[in-house]
């Protein structure tokens, strides 16, 4: 491991808003695009936050890039980087999906509770989509795979320090929970908003102390 090196970062990107996610809608499968104020919201983030030389979003520091295949979030990629001479290397991928509501999808949690009144997704999953220990062995995946990319950094067997994940408010939450080591339901305790940027990394540049350095990186809050 290179001393000299500085710490790996994971940029979590939410998508910027759309209708559904305006409307309070719960929006895992269905494919919808960003509202106009939502590509608006994503273009301040890429103003403030992207560009070669940023201490932050460094396009040519990003050694993976994972985005998740719905619309909503290809388009955020896209329009992050998009005035980018060069852009990462984006790989679509499933595994950065939002939670699958499964038969809760496109209703809103009052609707929910009208069907099943203590229901909590942090306990209860989403019946005809993913469990609670599904969710949970997804993002765990992912992180696993996040860790050797920066282990690699930090071996000095590739220049590229940070990784990035452009997906969703409810896998955003979970990945900022299992990140730091906690149990998935404290995801509820994390609030992620669209069009906002997470800073995960690590204290006193140790691997094994994860840590969460920056949420709703200049997130437009209405």
């Known amino acids: 491991m290179s001393a000299s090196?500085?710490?790996?970062r994971l940029f979590i990107v939410r998508h910027g808003p759309t209708e559904w996610s305006k409307n309070g809608r719960h929006t895992g499968r269905t494919d919808i695009p960003l509202t106009e104020d939502g590509e608006a919201n994503v273009k301040i983030i890429a103003e403030r936050l992207v560009g070669p030389g940023l201490q932050a979003v460094d396009p040519k520091k990003i050694g993976l890039a994972l985005v998740s295949p719905r619309i909503r979030a290809q388009r955020t990629f896209e329009l992050m980087f998009e005035k980018c001479t060069d852009k990462p290397e984006k790989v679509t991928c499933e595994e950065v999906r939002e939670w699958d509501y499964g038969d809760y999808e496109g209703?809103?949690?009052h609707e929910i509770r009208a069907l099943k009144p203590i229901?909590?997704?942090?306990?209860?999953?989403?019946?005809?989509g993913?469990?609670?220990s599904e969710m949970e062995y997804r993002v765990d995946s992912v992180i696993a795979r996040v860790r050797e990319h920066h282990k690699k950094y930090l071996a000095g067997e590739c220049d590229t320090r940070d990784v990035l994940i452009v997906a969703h408010?409810?896998?955003n939450r979970v990945m900022v929970a299992r990140w730091l080591r906690f149990p998935l339901c404290l995801g509820t305790h994390f609030n992620v908003e669209p069009a906002s940027v997470a800073v995960l990394?690590?204290?006193h540049n140790n691997l094994e102390e994860p840590a969460l350095n920056a949420l709703n990186l200049f997130a437009t809050i209405n």
């Open 5 to 8: 090196r500085p710490m790996p």
């Open 107 to 109: 209703l809103k949690t």
């Open 119 to 128: 229901w909590d997704i942090w306990k209860d999953g989403c019946p005809g």
């Open 130 to 132: 993913e469990s609670v």
């Open 169 to 171: 408010g409810h896998f």
């Open 201 to 203: 990394g690590y204290n």
